[in-house]
């Protein structure tokens, strides 16, 4: 069983930083790609930005350049760090694991960036 659980957000002006965490539970972590996926209100959830077991990354265009993602395998733990925030980010932010063919979700935290 994954137990992923996400923190870090809240609301920021426009030009603002934030930095969401999100903590995994288990011994599988460090073998499995994670993502960040977000929401905003009547849109579909959509692919931010992915980090493979290795290290390497792939961003959306849309936030290519402004955020980056990370990850500390000691701490189960990955971050997206959210840089030039603009009112079009604001969304409920969502860490994923695909682990043996089955997507775990945490319960989202929400980003509100005001213009």
């Known amino acids: 069983q994954v137990h992923l659980v996400e923190s870090g957000g809240g609301l920021v002006q426009s030009g603002g930083s934030l930095r969401l965490s999100c903590a995994a539970s288990g011994s599988i972590f460090s073998n499995n790609a994670m993502g960040w996926y977000r929401q905003a209100p009547g849109k579909q959830r959509e692919l931010v930005a992915v980090i493979t077991s290795g290290g390497s990354t792939n961003y959306a265009a849309s936030v290519k350049g402004r955020f980056t993602i990370s990850r500390d395998n000691a701490k189960n733990t990955v971050y997206l760090q959210m840089n030039s925030l603009k009112p079009e980010d604001t969304a409920v932010y969502y860490c994923?694991?695909?682990?043996?063919?089955?997507?775990?979700w945490g319960q989202g935290t929400q980003v509100t960036v005001s213009s």
């Open positions: 994923n694991m695909n682990w043996r063919l089955i997507d775990y």
